[in-house]
């Protein structure tokens, strides 16, 4: 297998002239990443690699990683892992393996994850993810972290906003892609609508990378829902289907949990995102959005083409949360990092953040930080309302 080279020189120059210089380090902490990199989703894997690498620049620029008396900087290394479960077997045997690395810094796909994950927790590597899927968290899996709000976490705060908003929401329609990522999702998404008193007259299922999408939305369209609910829906898929609908006349409210941006709906949907919920996504003109947010956006924007998402920023915030546990652990053991995670508070992408759901999981291994409401008006995105959690405001004493 290639070593992926997607990023771009520009990129990298770019990181290197925001950073500052990089202090000499004793040791290197190799970071992996299971991505896709090539596909509908090819984005969210290259611009992880990116953040990776930003990240550990940043902890080199600030002095390194402090343990024992020693300094430490990380490295990234990212494969393609093509979103399915046959490719990330592949990446994992690469990076553990071949590669020698303890430390998955990014993986994505709850399929590919799940094969990762049978050998990461076997051979004691620490896992950071922002796979979706439920079965992959919990006590029988100690070295495994998620770095992006779940449906878990997501779905109750942004399906009570919509319906708080849309207080005329009867039926909705729910639709997602037919693999492990939107089968673990839907039965909590489908329970969220139900406690809000909206019947669910449709769940329906699409094969990731259709690109014809008028017979699901005729079958949608018939129904007449007041919501659609794209679920775990990629962008661009979404925009497809969203278009459809607005050519069938159907002209309810629509929900994106998973929905990361203006950019791939808005270019595969045009007129039809507007409108649109998304769960899942940053704006970077808005008041909440901080100076350090906003510059690093730049520097990706400029060598992507389009904003960050939280589906990304986990690369990011995998390097600052194993700066600090690995500093409160003094060590870079694996298993002891992974026992200081939920006792750090880090500061992360998004301000302090810190790791807890126990009460949800079984153990605390989710990470803490804000649900983002946000709309998609007119093409650009508008943050509607930032919800903390209660555990995370807990810990902040707040």
Known sequence: ?????????????????????????????????????????????????????????????????????????????????????????????????????????????????????????????????????????????????????TPYELFGPLLGYVKAQNPAIRTVALLNPNDATGQDSEPINRKVWESLGVAVVSSDWYERGTTEFQPIAAKIAAMKPDALDLGTSPPGESGSILKELKVLGWNGVKIEGTGSGTDGIVQTGGEAANGVYVGSAIPFDGPYATEKQKAINAEARAAFGENLNSIEIGAYDSVMALKAAMEKAQSIDPRKVAAALPEVVFESFYGPAAYGGKAVYGSPQQMLMPVIVSQIQNGTLVELQRILPDELKSRLGQ
């Open 1 to 149: 297998m290639k070593r992926s080279l997607a990023l771009a020189l520009a990129a990298g120059c770019l990181v290197a002239a925001a950073s500052g210089p990089v202090r000499a380090a004793d040791g290197i902490v190799k970071l992996g990443l299971s991505v896709p990199m090539s596909g509908t989703t090819a984005v969210w894997g290259k611009v992880a690699e990116w953040l990776c690498k930003r990240g550990a620049q940043d902890v080199a620029a600030a002095g390194g990683v402090k343990v024992a008396g020693k300094t430490y900087a990380f490295e990234c290394i990212a494969y393609d892992n093509k979103y399915n479960a046959a490719e990330g077997a592949k990446v994992a045997q690469t990076l553990l393996n071949r590669d020698g690395v303890k430390f998955i810094g990014q993986s994505i796909g709850t399929a590919p994850v799940r094969a990762l994950q049978s050998l990461s927790e076997r051979g004691g590597a620490l896992l950071f993810t922002v796979a979706w899927g439920t079965s992959i968290k919990g006590p029988n899996f100690p070295l495994t972290f998620t770095q992006m709000n």
